[in-house]
């Protein structure tokens, strides 16, 4: 049962414009989302965060928003670049019989066409 | 960059060897993870710990232990490989809880 599911395989953007990537969630006690960006032969980097308490945070071009309502949170990446071109991944964090841990979604491609 | 090792980087090994993947950490983080990264399953867990000698199962961890004797080791055997466990292995760290994790390079390991 995937519990954090990015439905979008692939996005294509041109150049300058706004990419946006979506994810949605079903677990309810989830109270930490992340972003992750990986390029191929790399490990996956950290790109930008989120807590439950929050809406919107914002990092340079990078933009995460959470819906907790429909447990859904996007990235927005303005201007995108070709250097962004890469598989974002969403994760979210909950705490678990006192420990916690990070569940993924399965990855968006996302091409940014020059 | 975060101080975190994956040995081998690369590794084809035959059904029903063992195998173990080492995971160092130079951070003094608290928790460490295990994933794995297949096509159209992205990255899922399969065991973490949250302290020395403290594990749990994560999503997929059949077929795998992990152990934890150090604060910067932390050991993924795989008991008898199978083809199945053909895939990119992940190691994370993380420092406290709502912070970032921190991954590896990744190992790649063929089962043949």
């Known amino acids: 049962d995937q519990q954090v599911k990015q439905n979008s395989p692939s996005l294509s953007v041109q150049e300058g414009r706004i990419s946006i990537l979506n994810c949605d969630y079903t677990n309810s006690m989830f109270d930490y989302f992340l972003w992750y960006k990986k390029y191929p032969a790399e490990g996956p980097t950290f790109l930008i965060s989120?807590?439950?308490?929050?809406d919107k945070n914002e990092d340079g071009r990078f933009t995460v928003f959470l819906n907790k309502s429909a447990k859904h949170l996007s990235l927005h990446i303005v201007p995108s670049q070709p250097g962004d071109s890469a598989v974002y991944f969403c994760a979210a964090s909950a705490r678990d019989s006192g420990t916690y841990k990070y569940i993924f979604g399965t990855g968006t491609r996302l091409k940014v066409l020059a | 960059d975060a101080g975190i090792t994956q040995s081998p980087r690369h590794k084809v090994t035959e059904t029903g060897t063992p195998v173990t993947l080492r995971c160092h950490q130079t951070?003094?983080?608290?928790?460490m993870y295990w994933y794995r990264q297949d096509p159209g399953h992205g990255l899922r867990l399969i065991h973490y710990s949250y302290g020395v000698k403290d594990t749990d199962k994560g999503e997929v961890s059949d077929g795998y232990s992990v152990s934890r004797s150090k604060t910067e080791d932390f050991l993924l055997t795989l008991e008898s490989a199978t083809s199945s466990q053909t895939s990119v292995y992940f190691c994370a760290i993380s420092f406290r809880l709502n912070t970032e994790a921190f991954f590896g390079q990744g190992t790649r390991l063929t089962v043949v």
């Open positions: 989120i807590s439950s308490i929050k």
């Open positions: 951070e003094n983080h608290r928790y």
